[in-house]
């Protein structure tokens, strides 16, 4: 009795709401009264069309639900009791949201249960959205008419250093300075997770000191130096010894271990200033038919360990090329080149002699560098603050060479700089009040007879401490075109918007669709748009956890850093080529093609793909390979290193491929211990787990992907059988025996939860193809979670459809519905309503005119 | 009337601005009233501890030592092991997120949305951390640490040990000295001239972004307020150690090596009392170590399948770990203070956020307690199954510290069955 009443309690609360609307309108119509209306609301709401969702969803819940989820011992820790009608509650609301979640995906009721008819699950789920938008709208709405959901947030530490570059014009790196967000799933965009602590504006202090810093030119200018490093005058290089052998035209090496430094590292070189340094590498493949690969590090002389990877390549067999590169480099450091790919060790070349050793290896003939490259002096980040304001020795230092900028008007000079420099850094016209502060600090500096640099400085650290930029601000109540740009930046360049974009928020043209299909194109075409993929891609698919695990190497002896370093670039390069040729998202999930180099291909077992350069390869139609489930990078950031879970692999395609995440396990119940004895496999110890009640619902979703991936080692490789370091067949790779063994059979083959079965792979990809609405519909929500800063809800669902149903006529298309998602109101910043009024800038009070508000 | 701060400091001139700052006052003007100085060292091994070996079978003071603790017999006396506990509402399936959790004892670490709460060595700092040069000290041999702010923002934790030892024993040049203030005062009115402004714009919000720029506002005022202490601490010349400044180990693999440079980091640090508190995060590296014996990654390790040949790996690394914090115990319990040794003023707290890395479990967490005052010498056993939450051993340790609070996270009571003696 207790629930039913619980239940009709809802029904009033929440009926009364839509009572007041309807009320209201109608009394507007009538120009009755509200008071005199009000009274009779109670009475109004039993009859009246707007209890019928609630009636629905109350019935349904008894009809379908109560066995589980109401009374004291409820499943899933879910009490429908909990739910209330009041959606202003954002815990009610997010309750509310997993419960439509359920039964969108239709996890809920579990398998094998009855389940409510789709109309009525529809006619609950539009009503929950229409609930949540109208909060959503109320919560927002607090200050002003009808604005976006998009969230005020503070710059991720990625958009922080490249909105620093873009807007200083300079190229440093500030990580070692800046925390890593700490949002471990999910996108770094997210704004409720974006916290600003006390800690973190001190790591601001110091990053905007460096940037200043870089960008103001206190010294002459660097000699850049030029020069050919022959390789036999290298003295790590013994003459003719270990793995080294000297040719006439050359230096061949026969293998390489880094821990003990058997490798080629520059002793005669050592950078002396910070800046863009050219390097040219001239060498060949010796002894082979095939181009050997190389990386080349970076680090300081002594200390192996902080070497950083600048790139692999490769040189060509037989016939001396030149591999050049440009990287922007710190002082004191030098370079190594690393031979990879040489299939032996160091121990074996020795024992055969290196003069007999008729093994590949690759020979290097010189070095060349040149750097710091400086095209002008002072540097474009100096004049596009100075101008150019003359420089002087600094008083008291005139022997250090050491210089700074002066000016006779100190105060002018430093005031239009700041005012110029705080609009490009604002994203956004700025006022007399944005400046009060920074003006102060200036006038305050001078007036205690600093120069005027020292009194610029502290005026640009003013700027970048300020919450306008540290924050994308999202003004209340208005559908602002400064804003928007900067939204559009963030989203596909992840920094701080150019002239172009500022300029047509300035005028007026941005909200026009032509023009922000013309700017969208232009952002994907240009080379910052780089940022989108890596970011954007990168986060969605959790490739920052590539280096989480260390595989195995008794297992996965075959697993090297090229094939780390190679798998992440493939799904980025795969992520690209789909964006540029506007090609279907159905290809992450299923494609006829692969990016592919020599390494990867090896690895998969395609043949006739040699070197480090990438390229696009078909792939057989056996759905072993081609899409994002079967690449490296995927199988093994969902694996541990030495074993994979089905259980993870399972959720992580739920939740990131078709967007309907899992429940979360409940307390109770503990994991599976793994066990690699090569006795049992994974799917036998889980089939203990899944036939308890309590577990089955969830794995009936969470078990048909993970079980058709676990034909794919931690590494990603093909598997008919695990590999085990106990029981098994011996294993025979080119000659050599390996240390692990052939263990128990691999079975992918299993049911999705609605009874279609599949036999492996390839027919639990063709299983999710046959659905391509969900996909594009899982896409789109994490599109416009990443532009946005929150996961779009209940509220957005409509938003959703109405972006796949026009998706569908274009294909699917990845760069259509990036444009459908730029185009869409949510990012718009307009809410549920159309833009009428033109924009118009954040603030009231007048802005300050600058230099590039002036041009025409 | 408006006032800014900065410009009150000037009038006033800055000797007179501190008695404002209550809780920044140097542990110099404390010095004359004798209190009992109490200090917490909180570690965490991210991947725990193999449980056979750590977890005797029997419960109480009669337990015979396992492999592990027989490394500790020494400390017997000083240390209590304690068996079954686990944080409450954790799941399995973001095991390591955890780490983000385990001083704070927030749930749902790793899922998104989850939002983290003060972690323990903050919320004593809050109430004790005014009293050192360093409020407290948050050391990570490797990424990052374990400490969270109230709002639930991650400090950054200080990875060089170098860096720290020269931040609270080696005095700048006069020069630097003056520079140092010149670039504390200058930020700070920039602080100060920022929180007036976006003060003034707070009406102009809803309120989630009202939220955010509270935020903002917090951190200014508490940076000002610290740098402000600073500009006081840069004055007061800094206590003077003969150790030499520690070498930082850049080979990531070397997690021993790291480990001991943080401990004794941290015994310097308690010793000169530079700190009462501090939060230590040892490594869970992917790479080998540099141990005979060791030929894999310790995280490969902790997945070992209940293959025993990585089993005995895994235990020599464990090991080594344990030895090096009782090395540690040693050097406290080495250390007079005017009433006791060190290790009876500071409880020493050996963590983890796993309880069985091979299934990532969250249960069943290792957790060794020493010194600090307690009564110690026996394994305290709660059933896993049904364990008290782990934020209660936190409560136990808060009081421990002179804080009279008898809440914190979802702790529901001190922890049952540690007495403090005396």
Redesign the interface.
């Known amino acids: 009795m207790a629930v039913i009443w619980k239940l009709s309690k809802w029904a009033i609360l929440g009926v009364s709401r839509f009572s007041i609307e309807s009320i209201f309108i109608l009394s507007m119509m009538l120009m009755i009264p509200l008071s005199v209306v009000a009274v009779d609301k109670e009475d109004a709401q039993k009859a009246d069309i707007a209890s019928v969702p609630f009636e629905a969803a109350r019935n349904l819940f008894e009809s379908y639900c109560r066995n589980c989820h109401i009374g004291p011992d409820v499943k899933g820790d879910f009490r429908l009791t909990d739910l209330h009608s009041d959606f202003t509650d954002r815990k009610n609301r997010?309750l509310w949201e997993s419960l439509a979640l359920q039964l969108q995906s239709g996890t809920m009721p579990p398998a094998k249960k009855p389940r409510p008819p789709a109309d009525n699950v529809k006619q609950i789920l539009d009503w929950i959205g229409g609930e949540m938008a109208a909060a959503q709208v109320a919560?927002?709405?607090?200050?002003g008419p009808v604005?976006g959901r998009v969230?005020?947030?503070?710059l991720t530490r990625t958009e922080y250093i490249n909105t620093i570059r873009d807007l200083l014009k300079v190229d440093i790196d500030l990580t070692d300075l800046l925390?890593?967000e700490?949002n471990?799933?999910?996108f770094e965009t997210?704004?409720?997770?974006l916290?600003?602590?006390?800690?973190?504006?001190?790591?601001y202090?110091a990053a905007a000191d460096r940037a200043i810093d870089a960008a103001i030119a206190s010294a002459p200018r660097p000699r850049t130096f030029s020069r050919r490093y022959d390789i036999k005058n290298e003295r790590s290089i013994r003459p003719n010894g270990s793995v080294y052998r000297h040719l006439d035209d050359g230096v061949a090496i026969f293998a390489t271990s880094v821990p003990s430094n058997i490798q080629v590292t520059l002793w005669q070189y050592m950078t002396r200033a910070r800046g863009r340094y050219r390097f040219r590498i001239s060498g060949y493949g010796y002894q082979t038919e095939k181009p050997i690969a190389f990386h080349v590090k970076v680090g300081p002389m002594n200390?192996a360990?902080?070497q950083q990877t600048l790139g692999y390549f490769d040189l060509p067999a037989g016939a001396a090329a030149v591999v050049e590169f440009e990287r922007s480099i710190d002082p004191e450091q030098t370079i190594r080149i690393v031979a990879d790919g040489l299939r032996t060790s160091t121990r074996e070349v020795e024992k055969i002699g290196v003069e007999n050793y008729t093994g590949p290896g690759l020979v290097i003939q010189w070095v060349e560098i040149e750097g710091p490259l400086i095209e002008n002096w002072p540097p474009p980040s100096h004049k596009a603050l100075f101008g150019d304001l003359p420089q002087r020795a600094i008083k008291g230092a005139e022997g250090s060479g050491r210089v700074e900028v002066i000016s006779t008007q100190p105060l002018v000079e430093a005031e239009r700089i700041l005012t110029d420099f705080a609009r490009r850094a604002f994203r956004r016209p700025v006022t007399a009040?944005d400046m009060?502060?920074?003006f102060?600090?200036v006038r305050?500096k001078l007036e205690k007879h600093a120069t005027f640099e020292e009194a610029v400085r502290?005026g640009l650290?003013?700027v970048l401490?300020?919450?306008d930029f540290?924050?994308l601000?999202?003004p209340?109540g208005k559908a602002d075109a400064y804003a928007l740009a900067s939204r559009l930046s963030y989203f596909l360049w992840s920094s701080m918007p150019d002239d172009a974009l500022y300029e047509l928020a300035g005028n007026g043209q941005l909200h026009n669709p032509a023009t922000l299909h013309e700017q969208v194109e232009r952002m994907l075409n240009d080379s910052k748009a780089v940022a989108f993929t890596e970011n954007f891609a990168g986060q969605w698919l959790g490739l920052g956890a590539i280096?989480?695990?260390?595989?195995?190497?008794?297992l996965y002896p075959e697993f090297d850093d090229i094939l780390k370093d190679s798998c992440v670039r493939e799904t980025l390069l795969f992520f690209d080529e789909i964006l540029k040729n506007d090609l279907s998202l159905t290809n992450f999930v299923s494609s006829d093609f692969a990016m592919l180099n020599g390494r990867m291909a090896e690895h998969y077992g395609i043949s006739g793909v040699e070197g480090m350069a990438f390229r696009k390869v078909p792939v057989p139609p056996d759905g072993r390979r081609g899409g994002l489930l079967t690449m490296t990078s995927i199988l093994k950031v969902t694996a541990?290193?030495?074993?994979t879970s089905p259980?993870?692999r399972g959720?992580w395609v739920l939740e990131r491929i078709l967007g309907t995440p899992p429940p979360?396990?409940?307390?109770e119940?503990?994991?599976?211990?793994?066990?690699?004895?090569g006795a049992t496999t994974i799917r036998e110890q889980l089939a203990l787990h899944r036939e308890r009640v309590e577990c089955a619902s969830c794995h009936a979703v969470i078990d048909p992907p993970g079980f058709a991936l676990e034909s794919y080692d931690v590494i990603g490789g093909w598997r008919d059988r695990y590999r085990s370091?106990?029981a098994g067949d011996p294993v025979v790779v080119d000659g050599r025996r390996m240390r692990y063994r052939q263990g128990p059979i691999v079975d992918p083959s299993y049911r999705l939860s609605d009874g279609r079965e599949f036999r492996d792979i390839g027919g639990y990809k063709q299983l999710l193809l046959s659905d391509k609405a969900s996909l594009a519909r899982a896409l789109a929500a994490k599109l416009l979670a990443y532009a946005t800063g929150s996961?779009p809800g209940l509220a957005e669902r409509a938003e959703i459809e109405a972006i796949v149903a026009r998706l569908q006529k274009k294909g699917y298309g990845l760069r259509s519905l990036i444009h459908e998602v730029a185009l869409s109101p949510v990012l718009q910043g307009r809410g549920i309503e159309q833009v009428t009024s033109p924009p118009t800038p954040e603030k009231t009070e007048k802005s300050i005119p600058t230099k590039r508000d002036q041009r025409p | 009337m408006k006032l800014s701060r900065r410009r009150w400091l000037k009038t006033s001139g800055i000797t007179l601005a501190l008695p404002c700052l209550e809780l920044f006052q140097p542990a110099s003007a404390f010095s004359a009233i004798v209190k009992q100085r109490r200090r917490m060292v909180c570690i965490c091994a991210p991947l725990g501890f193999y449980a056979p070996n750590l977890f005797p079978e029997r419960s109480g003071y009669e337990y015979q030592p396992t492999p592990y603790l027989k490394l500790l017999e020494d400390h017997r006396s000083n240390f209590t092991i304690i068996s079954g506990l686990a944080h409450a509402?954790?799941?399995?399936?973001?095991a390591?997120?955890a780490t983000?959790s385990f001083l704070t004892g927030a749930e749902?670490?790793?899922?998104?949305?989850?939002?983290n709460s003060i972690s323990l060595d903050q919320y004593a700092a809050q109430h004790i951390g005014g009293e050192t040069r360093i409020p407290s000290l948050n050391l990570s041999c490797e990424?990052?640490g374990l400490a969270w702010?109230r709002?639930?923002?991650?400090?950054?934790a200080d990875n060089s040990p170098s860096r720290v030892f020269s931040r609270l024993f080696l005095d700048g040049s006069p020069g630097e000295v003056e520079t140092q203030i010149r670039r504390l005062e200058?930020?700070r009115?920039?602080?100060d001239?920022?929180r007036?402004?976006?003060t003034s714009l707070r009406g102009?919000?809803?309120?989630?972004?009202r939220e955010?720029?509270e935020?903002?506002l917090?951190?200014?005022?508490?940076?000002e307020q610290?740098m402000a202490r600073d500009e006081v601490w840069c004055k007061t010349p800094k206590p003077k150690v003969k150790a030499e400044t520690p070498k930082d180990i850049?080979?990531?693999a070397d997690l021993l090596g790291r480990a001991r440079l943080m401990f004794d980091l941290t015994h310097l640090a308690l010793q000169t009392d530079s700190t009462r508190l501090v939060t230590i995060m040892l490594t869970g590296s992917?790479?080998v170590p540099p141990i005979p014996g060791v030929?894999?990654?310790h995280?490969?390790l902790s997945?070992?399948?209940?293959?025993p040949?990585k089993l005995n790996q895994l235990k020599i690394v464990e090991a080594e770990t344990v030895k090096a914090v009782g090395e540690f115990l040693s050097k406290l319990k080495k250390s007079r203070e005017e009433t006791s040794d060190l290790l009876g003023s500071t409880t020493v707290f050996l963590g983890s956020n796993l309880g069985?890395a091979?299934?990532?479990?969250v249960?069943n967490l290792p957790v060794l307690v020493a010194g600090g005052g307690f009564r110690h010498g026996q394994h305290l056993a709660f059933d896993p199954q049904k364990p008290p939450p782990l934020c209660n051993l936190y409560l136990s340790m808060l009081q421990r510290l002179g804080i009279e609070t008898d809440r914190f996270s979802n702790a529901t009571g001190t922890l049952t069955g540690l007495e403090t003696v005396g």
């Open positions: 997010d919560e927002k709405a607090g200050v604005p969230l005020t947030r503070r925390p890593a700490t471990a799933t999910g997210r704004a409720e997770t916290h600003v602590s006390s800690h973190l504006l001190e790591s202090m200390a360990a902080q009040s009060a502060p920074v102060s600090r305050d502290i650290r003013a401490l300020s919450p540290l924050f601000k999202e209340a280096d989480a695990t260390m595989p195995d190497p008794t541990n290193g030495t074993t259980v993870l959720a979360k396990p409940t307390a119940i503990e994991a599976v211990e793994p066990d690699i004895r370091i106990g996961e | 509402g954790s799941s399995p399936g973001f390591h997120q983000a749902g670490a790793g899922r998104p949305g989850f939002r990424g990052l702010t709002s639930g923002a991650q400090i950054p200058d930020g009115s920039i602080l001239d920022l007036m402004q976006a102009n919000l809803n309120s989630s972004d955010r720029l935020e903002y917090t951190s200014v005022r508490e940076l610290r850049s080979n990531p992917t790479n030929s894999l990654g995280h490969d997945h070992h399948g209940k293959d040949g069985d091979s299934s990532h479990s249960r």
